[in-house]
């Protein structure tokens, strides 16, 4: 199985700041990448996916990279409503593995 | 609107089965595959399973593979997850989530089934 290994476990980032959460496939993924956000009592909603493509309706200061096999997700300027939990989730091969999550708090 | 609703959840014994059913509206289910994600309370999620849109490719987590069995009726609009053997480990929020752009580019609002004597 393919294990994804997110960092960090948990942040807190002021407005100003540039929040960068990470993961790093334990192979190569192909950039089938995707990341989600989890709002407390919510269903996870899509932000990225093939590592770099913006999802419909997710404000451009999210963003996804990749360097070697390690992904992450940006987020520029951080509003207080980006707080929450944030997964990657590898889908190149079954079993689909989500990282551990990151929760991020927006002060 | 894509909507996806999840029913069938509740407390059941361990040992015992429960089917989950999960209700597409908004788009052309039959075009789609579709899968079951779980949370289990405090925890991350955990890929469950996996269905084509002609059920022809069907994928499961190791942790469900001989219990669990994932299906559709394209003509309802309806997935299923038949659930047995069930033990308190599957303890969880259980979504359905389609596969369009992304591996699940929907969700639906979860359903909660609880394991316990």
């Known amino acids: 199985d393919i294990q994804m290994t997110q960092s960090p476990a948990s942040l807190s980032a002021s407005l100003e700041e540039i929040v960068t959460i990470t993961c790093k496939a334990s192979q190569g993924i192909d950039d089938y990448l995707s990341w989600y956000q989890q709002k407390p009592g919510k269903s996870p909603q899509l932000l990225i996916y093939?590592?770099?493509s913006l999802a419909d309706g997710v404000p451009s200061r999210f963003s996804g990279s990749r360097s070697g096999t390690q992904y992450s997700l940006k987020i520029s300027r951080p509003q207080v409503d980006d707080s929450g939990i944030y997964y990657c989730?590898?889908?190149?091969?079954?079993?689909?593995?989500f990282g551990s999550g990151t929760k991020l708090e927006i002060k | 609107e894509v909507q996806l609703v999840e029913s069938g959840g509740g407390l059941v014994q361990p040992g015992r089965s429960l089917k989950l059913s999960c209700v597409a509206s908004g788009f052309t289910f039959s075009n789609y595959g579709m899968n079951w994600i779980r949370q289990a309370p405090g925890k991350g999620l955990e890929w469950v399973a996996y269905?084509?849109?002609?059920?022809?490719?069907?994928y499961y987590a190791e942790t469900v593979k001989g219990r669990f069995t994932i299906s559709r009726d394209n003509a309802k609009n309806t997935l299923y997850l038949q659930m047995t053997s069930l033990r308190s480990e599957d303890t969880a929020l259980y979504y359905c989530?389609?596969?369009?752009?992304?591996?699940?580019?929907?969700w639906g609002q979860g359903v909660m089934v609880t394991v316990s004597s």
């Open positions: 989530a389609r596969r369009g752009v992304a591996p699940f580019d929907y």
């Open positions: 989730l590898q889908s190149y091969s079954t079993p689909f593995t």
């Open positions: 093939d590592a770099t």
């Open positions: 269905i084509s849109s002609g059920s022809s490719y069907i």
